[in-house]
C-alpha cells in the first residue's frame, strides 16, 4: 500500500504542475492534495478490509441456537466440547461458548453469548429449572443483569447456607436451582436461562435464551 500511494503522488506531481497557468496553481494544488488524499484514503480501506473480515467469522456473533455444541470458554481445556463427565454434581460451574457443530464457528464474537453450564442434583432444581435440564445439568448467560460483569464467582450466599452463583462487581447472587432468581445484590433479575438437551450423549443446545441478557447499564 504504501509504495502504490507514493507512487500515486509522484506521477500526479509531475505532469500536473508542468501544464498548469500560474494563477491557478494555488487551487489546483488543493484539487491535488484533496485527490491524493481520497485515493490513499481508498488504498487504505481496501487495506484494512480483509483484517476486519477476518476478525470473526460469521456467526460468531449470534446467539446460541438450537443444535449448539458447548464448548470450554478459558482455561486448558478451551475449545473443547463439553459433555456430562466433565461437569461435577454439586458445581462448580464451567464457563462456556456454544459451537455451531455445522460450521465449528465458536460464537465468541460476542461476551453476551458467554454461558455458565452447572450440575446439580435433579432433586434441588424447581420444575421450570427441571424442564430445561440434563441430568441436573442446566445453562445460563453469565453476564449480570446489574450491569453487565460476567458472573463469575460460585460461592456460599449471603443470605442462606447454599451456593449461588455471585457476581463480584456488585455482589448480586443468583440461585440456579430456581431459574438463576436473585437471591441478594441489586441485580433487577434473573440470568437468562439457556435449555439443554442431550444428543447422542452429547450436550446441546436445545433452544433460544430465555429472559434478556445482559445488564440494565454499560458495565
Ligand atoms: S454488575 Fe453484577 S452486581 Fe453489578
New binding site residues.
Partial sequence: MSSSSFNITSTSSSSDIATEPDADAGAEQTRRTLLIGALVTTACLGCSAPSRAGEDAPGADERPQKGDLLVFSEGDQEGKVITAADLPRGGPPVHAWPKDPKTSVVRSGSRLNEILIIRLDPAELDEQTKSRAVDGIIAYSAI?S????P?TAWVKSDVGDKEVFK?M????EYDPRAGAQVVF???PRRLAALPLALVDATLNVAGNFIGKVG?QQP?
Fill in positions: 449480570c446489574h450491569a453487565g460483569c458472573v457476581c462487581c456488585h455482589n448480586s445484590g441489586p441485580a445488564g458495565g
